[in-house]
């Protein structure tokens, strides 16, 4: 299976954006899907993560409130909707799932 990240762009302060991670095939072992984000010359972040039925949900503190994770399994995609962006997101957003990564989508914000 593997994870396509996508919807990254380059936005200003305060906008919000929907990052999506779509897997090729459905997984058979029902996992659970994280989003990390890596800034240019630092180490990678957990943000978020969801269980496969999408009842629980985990953040990192420096996103809580303003993150949103959330899965459409019909759709074997898992979202990360971003609100009041701020220049110190400006990173590389990377899903993963089953030990699995996706290839990463650049998400810049500056005015």
């Known amino acids: 299976v593997q994870l396509q990240a996508s919807g990254g762009g380059s936005v200003q302060p305060g906008d919000s954006l929907t990052l999506s991670c779509a897997a090729s095939a459905a997984a058979t072992n029902r996992p659970g899907t994280g989003w990390f984000r890596q800034p240019q010359g630092k180490e990678r972040e957990f943000l978020a993560a969801i269980t496969w039925s999408g009842k629980n949900t985990y953040y990192n503190e420096s996103v809580k409130g303003r993150f949103s994770i959330s899965r459409d399994n019909a759709k074997k995609t898992v979202y990360l909707q971003m609100n009041s962006l701020k220049p110190e997101d400006t990173a590389v957003y990377y899903c993963?799932?089953?030990?699995?990564w996706g290839q990463g989508t650049l998400v810049t914000v500056s005015s």
């Open positions: 993963t799932a089953n030990g699995r």
